[in-house]
């Protein structure tokens, strides 16, 4: 039985402690919808529980162990642990006010991940962006809302940065397209400001930043953004995170995560490296 690893979340554990689950189910051949009239519930029930989508009450996992076959106090009790850590809010539920309930999900996923590969379009990634520059992108997208709010909004971008800084958190790897970078937002100095924020924050050992250039024409990730995350349980499956005006999808099928990784790693081929994205931010800078 795996216990909880360093620096999860709760929702990484959550997908953890499911996809435990139904290894056991499978292993004693159970079916979803035996497992679900044990503990009073559905095949569907059984079926969310087990890709980490809801919460778990620690009595239906105790009958479900039961049902499967482990009688050993101790490895129940490893599994019964992970149901308490995994049901803890995150810090990010401070914010459940500001977040709807699809992008919680993907902040827990975020803060759990080792590496978060991610390709931006129309905006600087949100992890790699300044105070202004966030400010800037969240009021042009929040008509009719407060300065009080959108402020919320902007501490809730910082604090989810501070995962870059924290010993042992997550390489990011991030390809922007030229387009965002030129995109003026807030302004010449908040362009600079960012364009700077950018070159400084390659320094660090666990971030690269490629650029996709305008001269290369069309390429394999026109349909839009992505990001790739990984974690750092093996039982874990890597997470694509497609984000969509009112919703995201969250593939984790292999076929799916193949597709979209083939796709990263064209882009990460025909991208600048890292010295031609230093010398490319410079030259943006400079014609602002």
Not at 95 to 123: C, H, K, M
Not at 137 to 157: C, P, Y
Request: hydrophobic content about 40%; glycine content about 8%.
């Amino acid at each position: 039985m795996t216990q909880n690893p360093p620096g999860s979340g709760p929702t990484a554990l959550r997908i953890l402690l499911g996809s435990q689950l139904r290894r056991l189910r499978e292993s004693r051949g159970v079916t979803r919808e035996e497992a679900g009239h044990l503990i009073r519930g559905s095949e569907s029930k059984i079926s969310r529980m087990e890709l980490g989508r809801v919460g778990f009450k620690e009595r239906d996992v105790a009958d479900l162990l039961t049902l499967y076959g482990v009688a050993d106090e101790s490895a129940r009790r490893a599994v019964l642990d992970l149901v308490s850590t995994a049901n803890e809010p995150g810090w990010w539920h401070r914010f459940n006010d500001l977040l709807p309930s699809w992008f919680q999900a993907y902040v827990g996923l975020e803060e759990a991940a080792t590496r978060i590969r991610t390709y931006e379009v129309q905006f600087v990634p949100g992890l790699l962006q300044t105070k202004e520059y966030a400010k800037a992108v969240i009021t042009a997208g929040s008509a009719g809302v407060s300065s009080d709010e959108i402020a919320r909004r902007v501490d809730l971008r910082l604090e989810r940065q501070r995962v870059l800084d924290r010993p042992g958190g997550p390489v990011l790897w991030a390809v922007i397209d030229e387009a965002a970078l030129r995109r003026p937002i807030g302004g010449a100095e908040v362009m600079k400001a960012q364009l700077e924020h950018l070159i400084d924050l390659m320094r660090q050992a666990n971030i690269t930043i490629q650029v996709m250039p305008f001269d290369f024409g069309g390429h394999s990730a026109e349909g839009g953004a992505f990001s790739i995350l990984r974690f750092p349980d093996q039982d874990l499956p890597d997470v694509v995170y497609v984000e969509q005006l009112a919703s995201a999808l969250y593939l984790d099928k292999r076929e799916d995560v193949d597709r979209y990784t083939e796709v990263m790693e064209r882009l990460c081929a025909v991208s600048t490296t890292p010295d031609e994205t230093v010398s490319l931010l410079n030259k943006i800078r400079d014609e602002i």
